[in-house]
């Protein structure tokens, strides 16, 4: 299929599978509505940007873990990358593009979390713009495992299982830097909130920071 040029019947398709994950993603549902949700996030994903796409591994390992608030959390930021028109190029499965244009999304959630005038709705949008900024640096920090052949359990990754691959001082083993490992550790505390559902204890200037971290952290390390 291309893309560039999805017909319109495609482009209905997709959308009507946006609204209905908008609907069954929703705060108050429940682990059937979450995991109905999620499967379509999935199929949304591959039959737009495809399979290599960070968010699809996120909601993967959500559904294989039966976490559902997580599982949630991920059909939201699939909404809000449709919402934003991210999911409409291929070019997005080239690394530094997936990255960068995810974290565009990221930065024009927290962006509009700080003008919100509803509450509710801020948290949500500082929420998705965590859950994606951590799902991005996650995800380059896979590629940096896998550009440097070193092993990992590619089931059950996660930023601290990931870091603590490419920061082994005692192995001479820095490809991130200690500075780096300290925030990485600081930001996936940051994504964990997101990621469970605790939107009440993430804050503005976190998220933000987060955001502008994660976005140099892909311009230092990825080509």
Known sequence: MDRWNMPADENAAIKARINRIRQLSGEKMGS????????????VIYDTVG?????????????KSADWQRSAAASRSVV?????????????????????????????QAQAAE??????????????????????????LRRLCDARGLAYDVQRTSLSKLQAV???????????????????????????????????EITHTEVVAMVMFVRGFIDRHLP
């Open 32 to 43: 059937a509505h979450y995991y109905e949700a999620a499967s379509l996030a999935q199929s």
């Open 51 to 63: 399979g290599s796409h960070p968010l699809m591994a996120a909601l993967d390992n959500a559904l």
């Open 80 to 108: 809000a990358l449709y919402d934003e028109g991210a999911l409409q190029s291929p070019r997005l499965a080239i690394a530094h593009e997936i990255e960068g244009d995810i974290i565009d999304i990221a930065q024009a």
């Open 115 to 140: 003008t919100s005038k509803d509450p509710a709705q801020k948290q949500v949008q500082l929420a998705i713009a965590a859950f994606l900024a951590g799902a991005t640096l996650e995800d380059a």
């Open 166 to 200: 490419l920061f082994q001082p005692s192995k001479q083993i820095e490809v991130i830097s200690g500075s780096e490992n300290k925030q990485i550790t600081a930001w996936g505390d940051t994504r964990n909130k997101a990621d469970h559902g605790r939107f009440s």
